[in-house]
């Protein structure tokens, strides 16, 4: 299989079911971001600590992003015929509450906000949460004009708190704590 088509070569792209649209459609630009955010979760997996316990919730993360990614590129009027081919996201979101409780009482209870940074796993984790952040105002835009299965938005908001948690968990397990906003220096 090769990996070039040339079928993008004039700016447009198939969606699943066969529609062609610009490569700058507010589509692409929700799935698109799925798409860097699932580049920068890799990172997060290159720095986090086995005491976190995150790695294994990592992976599985990386393939519900492929999965809601897959929704997002389906015209509404073809979601059925994807259905049959792909599973949903695997995390429930009961499960990533959970996950985001343990992860919090790993880290001590917070007195500010907190600055993105620490140890490369947090500092990786914050930039992440930040993209799924993008990414799920790319979703709320793409929902105002064409119909978004409701759980992409639910967990992607779920998803960015679970990883600020995670970078709350990994500063307090490396020893450096939080980077705390001051508002006076």
């Known amino acids: 299989m090769k990996i070039y088509t040339r079928t993008g070569d004039q700016g447009a792209t198939g969606l699943f079911g066969g ?4 490569k700058d459609h507010v589509r692409l630009e929700a799935y698109g971001t799925l798409d860097e955010l699932n ?35 389906t015209p509404a009027d073809q979601l059925h015929r994807l259905s049959q081919k792909m599973t949903r996201p695997t995390w429930a979101i009961a499960e990533m509450e959970a996950d985001i409780d343990r992860l919090t009482a ?18 990786h984790a914050h930039w992440a949460r930040t993209v799924c ?3 799920e105002r790319r979703v709320v835009t793409l929902a105002e004009s064409e119909q978004v299965p409701a759980e992409v938005l639910i967990y992607l908001n779920r ?18 704590g939080d980077v705390e906003w001051l508002a006076k220096a």
């Open 39 to 73: 580049s920068v979760i890799g990172l997060v997996r290159l720095h986090v600590s086995e005491a976190s316990g995150a790695a294994s919730s990592l992976v599985q993360i990386q393939n519900d992003l492929f999965a809601l990614g897959a929704f997002l590129a």
């Open 133 to 135: 952040r993008r990414a």
């Open 19 to 22: 529609q062609r649209v610009s």
């Open 159 to 176: 998803l960015s708190d679970w990883l600020f948690a995670l970078a709350r968990a990994e500063n307090a397990l490396s020893g450096a």
């Open 106 to 123: 790993l880290a001590p209870p917070m007195r500010n906000f907190v600055l993105p940074g620490g140890q490369p796993a947090s500092a």
